[in-house]
């Protein structure tokens, strides 16, 4: 009963640091999703991916990358983290599309100072 | 321009009390779904609202579409601790290919 694991839980980086946050799925779920949570401001949509080989961009993208090269992995890179990307990483998933259930990771917590 | 608001962003009652809190937008949606979120982990789905006018029952929560389509509802009877999380509200316009979220009810039930 996995579900969707993130790693890592926590980090702390410099700025100008690059570091990619792992999502996996056990669902087999065709569509995932990047969010970021921060205080006042709700879940926002970074990039999301319709299947294996695809990606797109959401609400948020600037200053991310995003690989789906398997089905049940999601990479989130930051190429040189800023403190504005100081947030609470949620990685998502679900069987099709945005009108089925979401199945949420417990988020990466990354502090960029 | 927020898509789906949520109000009041922040509740707190005492055990045993009843509560609602309301999810709004402007927009017509298919449906609208509600989950929530416990400190230090992420949102979990409660149910999903498909027809207007739809109530849903899940023990002590009752959530109800708007018959437009354009809002929720959820009420909470004889809250307990165990409700304590923020609850929210998300949904995907006709049309658009990404689910849009609130921006949550922060309820807080005092033992």
């Known amino acids: 009963n996995a579900g969707v694991t993130q790693t890592p839980k926590f980090r702390v980086l410099k700025t100008g640091q690059s570091m990619t946050l792992l999502c996996a799925q056990d669902?087999?779920?065709?569509?995932m999703y990047w969010y970021r949570q921060d205080p006042g401001m709700g879940l926002r949509l970074i990039h999301y991916?319709?299947?294996?080989?695809?990606?797109a961009k959401g609400e948020v993208p600037d200053g991310y990358n995003v690989s789906r090269l398997k089905k049940q992995n999601f990479l989130l890179g930051l190429e040189s983290a800023a403190p504005s990307q100081t947030s609470v990483y949620f990685c998502?998933?679900?069987?099709?599309?945005?009108?089925?259930?979401?199945?949420f990771g417990d988020g990466t917590r990354l502090s960029i100072l | 321009t927020q898509l789906l608001e949520q109000s009041p962003q922040f509740l707190s009652i005492q055990e045993g009390e009843n509560l609602t809190v309301y999810c709004n937008s402007s927009?017509?949606?298919?449906?609208l779904q509600w989950y929530r979120q416990e400190p230090g982990e992420g949102p979990v789905l409660l149910v999903t609202?498909?027809?207007?006018?739809e109530v849903k029952k899940l023990k002590r929560l009752t959530f109800q579409f708007g018959d437009a389509r354009k809002d929720s509802s959820l009420h909470i009877t004889a809250a307990q601790p165990g409700d304590t999380g923020l609850y929210l509200c998300?949904?995907?316009?006709?049309?658009?290919?990404?689910?849009?979220f609130g921006k949550g009810n922060q309820v807080v039930v005092i033992p």
């Open positions: 998300a949904g995907a316009p006709p049309g658009n290919n990404r689910l849009a």
């Open positions: 927009s017509v949606f298919s449906s």
């Open positions: 609202v498909v027809t207007g006018g």
């Open positions: 998502a998933s679900s069987y099709i599309g945005p009108f089925q259930p979401q199945h």
């Open positions: 991916s319709v299947g294996e080989g695809t990606t």
């Open positions: 669902m087999n779920h065709e569509y």
